[in-house]
């Protein structure tokens, strides 16, 4: 199990609004996959902003460039 103890909004790592956390559990065995920060409505309200913000330059961005950060999450980087 991991504990993602920060989310990744704007392009930097915070911990957020609140030090509530949730569990991400597999469905088929109920295991604990991993606890991540549960983001309030302030942090949603920052990560849609910094989305709306970024939007312009990432349509016109080659979607090689785009993938590039999903790549990373896939190995242990949070994105949010």
Do not use: H, N, Q, W
């Given at each position: 199990k991991?504990?993602?103890?920060?989310?990744?909004?704007?392009?930097?790592?915070?911990?957020?609004?609140?030090?509530?956390?949730?569990?991400?559990?597999?469905?088929?065995?109920?295991?604990?996959?991993?606890v991540v920060p549960r983001g309030t409505a302030e942090d949603v309200n920052a990560a849609v902003a910094a989305a709306k913000a970024a939007f312009g330059v990432w349509r016109r961005m080659p979607v090689g460039e785009r993938t590039d950060p999903i790549i990373d999450n896939g190995r242990g980087q949070a994105i949010c």
């Open positions: 991991t504990v993602m103890r920060e989310m990744l909004i704007d392009g930097r790592f915070i911990s957020g609004k609140s030090s509530k956390t949730i569990e991400v559990r597999k469905p088929a065995t109920e295991d604990v996959l991993d």
